[in-house]
């Protein structure tokens, strides 16, 4: 429940000053602690030189583009309490990728760690809807137009007096298929995830550190990053470049408790630990962005006695609403729907299947979906259910259990083979660092289980080292799922948010 008009980033800065947070750390990065007093002090010169300098008005939709930083996350805030609709970009991407956010959201207004200027600036230079790029620093010098405009303003700021279902936030999806979708969401959303999830979850506390490796511009990371540590008064790092060791060294630098990131970090920070790596402090690891293989669940219990928790959400949702809890936690399994949420196993026809049947996963709730402007919105969302483009399973006890992506699914000689279930399998054995399963057209079989592996330590795989992973799978899982076709790579596939792009091995194995 929240009142009728409420600014989500006046909750997460000024509301942690009254309620005496102000001389607590809310984010550290690039060398710098910043408190909660001088956070809200920050956005607040910022926002006033949106509004004073920039001309940004109530509803513009704003642009940001930066590297994980407090100055992103201070720019996103800032905007917020102008009342703009913010769109946070992921650093990678090019000109025409940008181009496409920027003419689907009409942005004309972007703000942009000067770093990374160029491809923004090309963008603009074409652009019918860019006309200001405005250049912050996102290293600690705050040596660039915004920050010095900003540095002449004084700390206070009326923050637009927002509607709670006032849109404040454009999630962009990852596009793997090239032609992205905004998804909307409101104030009060960015809120319920936090008071959701992370509340109920997480049981987040003033003292927690929050470390990770997810863009900001992917909800996953705004959530886990930005607004689960602002809201309940803890603390947030802020990583530019999160890489395995650089996450390491943080979690012992400054004794981070929850971790966000994928499996494959996972796996590479316990191999850290048998060289002397201190993940001590972590009380907390979530999973999510990808399935999180058993064994993986599995070590990383065993290593370091503390609970990994898989969840999957979607930008659609804004955050996780399906996660295993401290108390409620198995391998394999990606646990219950977060209060608030609903979902269920459906056929084409949106019919719910019974218990222990592969079908699409569904899901309802507070925080979603309203695509913008979108004629897909009548092929996502029936009913007001969101249709992932995951298969799962839901069992008798109501966990829900992820078979594949819903295309993921592999026909071969009439047996239905989960590609996941196959790399899982791969992925147990030591010497796969990842893996990628795709079915492959066989005139034979229809379809055969084709594996894409990345070898531990850079070692080169050939036919003895095919023949032995084979069989490993086949004393994993039932035996007709084991890989007939296997090939060695150097990377997978991936997208920004570093998901793989299973679909491009698969267009390249047909044509
Ligand atoms: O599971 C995901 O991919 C996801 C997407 C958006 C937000 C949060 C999560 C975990």
């Known amino acids: 429940e929240y009142p009728d008009y409420i600014n989500c980033g006046v909750e997460l800065t000024d509301r942690l000053v009254e309620k005496g947070f102000g001389d607590r750390t809310a984010l550290i990065g690039n060398g710098r602690r910043r408190t909660y007093k001088e956070l809200a002090d920050w956005t607040n010169r910022l926002a006033r030189a949106l509004v004073e300098n920039y001309g940004v008005t109530p509803g513009n939709r704003v642009l940001i583009r930066s590297p994980n930083n407090p100055a992103m996350v201070a720019c996103w805030l800032a905007a917020t309490k102008a009342g703009a609709v913010v769109v946070n970009t992921m650093p990678m991407l090019r000109a025409g990728e940008l181009t496409k956010i920027v003419d689907k959201a009409e942005i004309s207004l972007a703000l942009c760690d000067t770093r990374i200027k160029d491809e923004l600036i090309a963008c603009a230079k074409d652009s019918r809807f860019l006309k200001q790029v405005i250049g912050f620093d996102g290293t600690a010098n705050h040596d660039a137009e915004l920050d010095r405009v900003a540095l002449d303003k004084p700390v206070t700021f009326e923050a637009v007096k927002t509607g709670r279902d006032d849109v404040c936030l454009l999630g962009f999806t990852s596009g793997t298929t090239g032609i992205p979708k905004a998804t909307m969401h409101f104030h009060r959303d960015v809120l319920i995830i936090a008071d959701g999830y992370a509340k109920e979850v997480l049981n987040v506390t003033p003292d927690d550190v929050f470390v990770g490796s997810p863009p900001l511009a992917f909800t996953f990371g705004l959530g886990g990053l930005a607004v689960f540590p602002l809201r309940f008064g803890a603390a947030a790092t802020l990583l530019e470049s999160a890489t395995p060791p650089n996450m390491i060294e943080i979690i012992e630098k400054y004794r981070a408790t929850i971790s966000f990131t994928a499996p494959t970090a996972y796996r590479a920070m316990m191999k850290a630990m048998d060289e002397g790596a201190d993940l001590s402090s972590l009380r907390i690891a979530v999973s999510a962005g990808e399935t999180l293989p058993a064994p993986v669940y599995e070590e990383w219990t065993r290593k370091t006695g503390k609970p990994i928790l898989d969840?999957?959400?979607?930008?659609?949702?804004?955050?996780?609403?399906?996660?295993?809890?401290?108390?409620?936690?198995?391998?394999?399994?990606?646990?219950?729907?977060?209060?608030?949420?609903?979902?269920?196993?459906?056929?084409?026809?949106?019919?719910?299947?019974?218990?222990?049947?592969?079908?699409?996963?569904?899901?309802?709730?507070?925080?979603?979906?309203?695509?913008?402007?979108?004629?897909?919105?009548?092929?996502?969302?029936?009913?007001?259910?969101?249709?992932?483009?995951?298969?799962?399973?839901?069992?008798?006890?109501?966990?829900?259990?992820?078979?594949?992506?819903?295309?993921?699914?592999?026909?071969?000689?009439?047996?239905?083979?989960?590609?996941?279930?196959?790399?899982?399998?791969?992925?147990?054995?030591?010497?796969?660092?990842?893996?990628?399963?795709?079915?492959?057209?066989?005139?034979?079989?229809?379809?055969?289980?084709?594996?894409?592996?990345?070898?531990?330590?850079?070692?080169?795989?050939?036919?003895?080292?095919?023949?032995?992973?084979?069989?490993?799978?086949?004393?994993?899982?039932?035996?007709?799922?084991?890989?007939?076709?296997?090939?060695?790579?150097?990377?997978?596939?991936?997208?920004?948010?570093?998901k793989i792009q299973r679909f491009r091995l698969r267009d390249a194995a047909s044509s």
């Open 311 to 498: 969840g999957i959400g979607a930008t659609e949702m804004l955050h996780i609403f399906i996660t295993n809890r401290l108390d409620d936690r198995a391998p394999g399994s990606t646990g219950k729907a977060v209060s608030g949420y609903e979902a269920k196993i459906v056929d084409e026809d949106m019919n719910e299947l019974p218990r222990g049947e592969v079908g699409r996963l569904a899901v309802r709730g507070p925080t979603g979906c309203r695509y913008l402007d979108d004629d897909r919105q009548k092929d996502y969302v029936r009913d007001g259910w969101n249709l992932t483009g995951d298969s799962f399973t839901h069992d008798t006890d109501g966990h829900f259990h992820f078979a594949a992506r819903s295309d993921d699914m592999i026909l071969s000689a009439g047996y239905n083979i989960a590609g996941p279930e196959v790399e899982a399998a791969l992925l147990s054995h030591e010497l796969v660092a990842e893996c990628a399963v795709i079915g492959a057209p066989d005139e034979e079989r229809g379809q055969i289980v084709e594996a894409y592996i990345v070898l531990a330590n850079g070692a080169d795989g050939d036919e003895e080292t095919i023949r032995l992973l084979q069989a490993h799978v086949k004393a994993m899982i039932a035996p007709y799922k084991y890989p007939r076709s296997v090939r060695f790579v150097e990377t997978l596939p991936k997208t920004q948010t570093g």
